[in-house]
């Protein structure tokens, strides 16, 4: 019995280990037809994105219109009430402005086979400006935030604002097809900007044309270059419409050449020098690029058409510095203090594109 028992044990052992791999060959089979099954819907689509070629030149047009801010830029306080010893400032700061003003970029790119790199040349130029003219208001403090000396009082101040941009990159990029939806693009840049900026303040001490003036001029100019990386990304949609987007950043190693100059010209004496100061300085400006708008694209039989609008930020960080010279005593003007306030410089407005493939 216990032979015939061991060997129904023996048996049950076998016939449940026979199932058990019948199971797995029934489950291997399964999975590996349901791949086959899954490979051969999607191997189309999947081949048709690898094997599809691209048209090769790319030519692109730019406009923008863009407001610029920039801070270190207070000239004079508007105040309520005539200064008395401690007592503090409770009206109206006036901030030189820039406004809206356009400017362009223009780019030139061509896409190599079979990896698809493409190699993208760019040139923009933005060249801002903004003349401003303040008066002193009836029963109110006119004050100046640089020295005013030796003018004994302020009537009226006048402030201009030039910039001149000039940037250029060298792209290398190559888009990847996340899904036949969603295209991404890896941005490698290196890129190039310089900036020189011109203020001019003036302070007068009457209404009249032969007032007394007090000429301030803080004038500075960046040249640098460096590396910028990012991410384009391109979602479309139906009937040729989509999304794009792109984030970037980069780091931007220069050259800062910053001039500080007031002139006095007095009516009965000749032009004289109050505070001539220079800095030059190297410094690694960062910048932020933010891009977002919808597009849309027409394709013909030999060549495409591309239209972009939408909304774009390019911000450059510690870029600059503002110097405050401040006199400690009136009587005596070759005692200044310097006092430099970092400054930051903010692009943003509408950018437009059209872009042919060709």
Known sequence: MLCCRGFGFARTCISSHNGAVRSLKMLVVFFLCGGAFLYGAEAPILQKSVKEKRIPWQAKGEFFCWNTYENGLEYVYDDVTPLKDHFLLAEEMKIGKFYWRGGFRVSL????????????????????????????????????????????????ATSYLSLRTHFADVYLQR?????????????????????????????????????????IKNDWNFK???PKIGLDMDWLIRWGLGIHSRLCGAALFGNLDNR???????????????????????????????????????????????????????????????????????????????????????????????????
């Open 109 to 156: 790119a061509y896409t190599f086979e079979p990896d698809q790199w493409q190699l993208e040349a760019q040139y923009g130029n933005y060249d801002p400006w903004h003349r401003e003219n303040h008066m002193r208001h009836e029963g109110r403090a006119f004050q100046g935030i640089f020295p005013v000396y030796p003018l004994t009082s302020l009537e009226r």
């Open 175 to 215: 888009m990847f097809r996340a899904t036949p939806y969603l295209h991404l693009t890896l941005i490698n840049a290196i890129s190039g900007i310089w900036f020189r900026q011109r203020w001019e303040v003036n302070y007068f001490d009457s209404l009249s044309k032969d007032a007394n003036r007090l000429n």
């Open 224 to 226: 640098g270059g460096g």
């Open 260 to 358: 500080l100059n007031i002139r006095s010209y007095p009516l009965a004496a000749p032009m004289s020098y109050i505070v001539h100061t220079h800095m030059d300085d190297f410094r690694i400006v960062t910048q932020l690029q933010f891009v977002l708008g919808p597009t849309w694209e027409y394709r013909f039989q030999k060549w495409k058409l591309s239209f972009f609008v939408g909304y774009e930020l390019n911000s450059f960080f510690c870029i600059h510095e503002v110097d405050r010279q401040f006199v400690f005593d009136a009587t005596n003007p070759q005692t200044p203090t310097s006092n430099f306030f970092p400054g930051h410089l903010h692009m943003q407005g509408l950018s437009t594109s059209l872009t042919l493939e060709f």
